[in-house]
């Protein structure tokens, strides 16, 4: 087996991942980051939900993974305008605030 020596990258120089074999690709777009089992249990919650189908409990864990993602990079835009590194409470707060999709969490942070 040949090794290759580490290069200084070139400024400028890009590094192209290798690509992903087609039946991981789908693999990983079908996991979610939140156990499925803990989505469905605070679903049945709900007395309004009889039954759901695996399919809808990966959707709402799903929405939920892109919801939590939006709102945390939104937060982090506002600790690194303060060039902080850390995510704060506040960071939250001004982003709910200045985001519209965000309007239903007014208020909520408040302790």
Not at 6 to 16: D, F, K, N, S, T
Not at 20 to 49: A, G, Y
Not at 70 to 82: C, F, G, P, V
């Amino acid at each position: 087996m040949a090794t290759s020596t580490p290069r200084e990258i070139a400024e400028g120089e890009v590094l192209i991942p290798p690509p992903v074999p087609e039946e991981n690709h789908v693999k990983n777009e079908r996991s979610s980051k939140f156990p499925l089992s803990r989505i469905k249990v605070i679903m049945k919650t709900d007395p309004d939900l009889t039954l759901a189908s695996q399919e809808s409990v990966f959707l709402i864990a799903k929405a939920a993974e892109l919801f939590l993602d939006n709102l945390t990079k939104s937060a982090y835009e506002y600790t690194s305008r303060n060039k902080k590194k850390t995510v704060k409470k506040q960071d939250v707060e001004l982003s709910v605030e200045s985001k519209d999709a965000f309007a239903f969490l007014e208020g909520i942070l408040d302790s």
